[in-house]
């Protein structure tokens, strides 16, 4: 609503820009033609700001969008909801465009590029390009894993499937023990015995502790026992002065039912322990996610293990590591299909399957 203006004089010179707005209300009319004459100039405005666009050549390119560790601004920035957040690789974007949206690394810039101006910081002289070095590839990971596929090059630490950026081997260390975690049907058992079956053929001495199953019965295990038989198997292993790799399977099931001999377990696998014996343990996502006593916090606080479906609640919480790069949308509760963790990194993997060995 306008308001009467009191000197009509003084606020042409106290505010110019409004000196269009400040008008006498004399009359009716005079109140119509002032709306008029605003209509008219914002035309003229709109008229004005298309002919300068006009001018101005915006060629139709796709967005790339780095990707953050915020999933909800890159949701914001037109980034599909599986790809958003979580990557922290510098280069490492989404490329939008008008046939969807995939994932790219960005080129490293060697030197600038014709008409770009000086180089600015980010830019390096060109270097020579070794003979035979080929672009990096993404390759996919197999959606299944015969045991035959896994690499035995004598590298450290157990092989367990295929995986990372080139599909190749991925071992995991168990030097000092490691967890695998995951929902029920996620192919935990399977893994440790894939596990299992990497250690003997290493020469190492391996016990299991699990109910019936293939797990028990892995060719070449020292030691082999149910739930119920881990007190007896322990007074075993205090009196063995070879290093053990001890296999538990549904090491959250076993602290319910034996909590005693748990506890007799944690003490026999410290640090401090007079005996070489390193567990290799299985649990569910969700109590692996809240346990905070022996054995389940060393466990966890070494960070080395396998996240299997890591789609299921508390899969970042149990080594305290976001998994938003590894999770594949297309296949969110593929039996199998996980992370694998390390002091170095998080690795997308897909687990072998044990029972295709021939």
């Known amino acids: ?18 000196q269009e707005v400040c008008v006498p209300l004399g009359s009716e009319r005079a109140g119509r033609d002032h709306q008029d004459q605003v209509s008219r100039q914002r035309r003229d405005d709109r008229r004005e700001a298309d002919a300068c666009s006009a001018q101005i050549s915006i060629p139709a390119a796709p967005l790339l969008a ?51 101006g000086q180089r600015g910081r980010h830019v390096r002289v060109r270097t020579a390009v070794a003979p035979g070095r080929g672009p990096v590839r993404l390759r996919p990971i197999p959606v299944d894993v015969p045991w035959a596929a896994l690499a035995t090059d004598g590298a450290s630490g157990a092989a367990v499937g295929l995986g990372g950026d080139d599909a190749a081997t991925v071992h995991l260390d168990t030097s000092r023990g490691a967890l695998v975690v995951g929902s029920p049907g ?22 299991v502790v699990a109910p019936a199953g293939t797990l028990r019965d892995v060719p070449g295990l020292r030691w082999s026992v149910d739930h119920d038989g881990l007190r007896a198997l322990l007074d075993e292993l205090d009196a063995c002065t070879d290093p053990v790799d001890l296999v ?29 014996v390193r567990l290799i343990a299985s649990a569910r996502t969700a109590r692996a996610a809240t346990a905070y006593r022996e054995p389940f916090a060393r466990l966890r606080a070494g960070r080395r293990g396998l996240v299997l479906d890591p789609h299921e609640p508390g899969s970042s919480d149990v080594f305290g590591r976001t998994l938003e790069w590894v999770l594949d949308p297309a296949r969110p509760h593929a039996r199998g299909r996980g992370a694998l963790h390390d002091d170095r990194q998080v690795v997308a993997v897909q687990v072998a399957d044990a029972s295709s060995r021939s």
């Open 1 to 18: 609503m306008l308001q009467p203006c009191q000197d009509a004089e003084h606020a042409k010179h106290e505010r110019p820009e409004e």
């Open 66 to 116: 780095d990707l953050k560790d915020n999933a909800v601004t890159d949701v914001l920035a037109g980034v599909p909801t599986g790809l958003a957040g979580g990557r922290r690789t510098p280069g490492r974007a989404v490329l939008i465009g008008a046939d969807g949206a995939v994932e790219c690394q960005v080129a490293l810039v060697d030197e600038a590029a014709p008409g770009s």
């Open 186 to 207: 996620s192919g935990r058992s399977n893994a440790l015995q894939v596990i299992a079956m990497a250690l003997v053929r290493a020469d190492r001495r391996v016990a």
């Open 248 to 276: 538990v399977d549904d090491l959250d099931d076993l602290d319910q039912a034996h909590p005693l001999d748990v506890e007799m377990l944690a003490r026999m696998v410290a640090p401090d322990a007079t005996r070489d």
